[in-house]
């Protein structure tokens, strides 16, 4: 279908943050993922960042800037947040453990929503958190079904291998123990958006001593219900 609106400009720019969603992108990524001529894109970008539409990570990459983000909080548009709030609620009275909600922003993941436990022993990630994607299962899960050029850059300071991702991948989930933070365990699962694209990741995380050293044994099954959960409402809203 064409989804062209007529306006050259309007629609070339569409195309440039379009092809950001999927993560951080070089010039010359954006010129191969667009289709643009390299100075058009360029300049596009350019004046992207210029508004905050577009920005640079630590490499010097075009991605999303926090601009986005602002209109759609102020347009009440976060749906993830709005479906997810009430199952990551439920995953944390199943498990027993703290519940998050993680979206990829250039090259870290933020906590966008989370289901704390009200007292004892728990692990807590403040809403706005913003984290590498180095280390962790929920960073796992958020670059397993990236591009791979994307995965090479990010993996080459990684705690986790290439392998870890193509066992993410086949399973469905991650795991990690001690791997962000000494003492804690956690388990996610992959949100994937009305067009099957993975947008978030949804984790349990507590003390290895509760999770012990094989979270997924214990909390797979009900992460990847959740997020499962997630997606099926986003995609009914399509």
Known sequence: MDESSGVGVLDKAAAILAALESGPLSLAALVSATGLPRPT???LAVAL?????????GDGRFT???RCGELAAAAGEDRLVAVATPILARLRDATGESAQLYRREGDSRVCIAAAELPSGLRNTV?????LPLTAGSAAQVLLAWENPASVRRE???AVFTPQTLARVRRQGWAASVAERQPGVASVSAPVRGPSGRVIAAVSVSGPIERLTRNPGRLHARAVTA???AITK???RDR
């Open 126 to 130: 403040p809403v706005g958190s913003r």
């Open 233 to 235: 409402a986003l995609q």
């Open 49 to 57: 960042e210029r508004h905050r539409f577009v920005a640079r990570d």
């Open 155 to 157: 993996v080459a300071a």
């Open 226 to 228: 959740a997020a499962d």
């Open 41 to 43: 894109a360029h300049r």
């Open 64 to 66: 999303l800037g926090p």
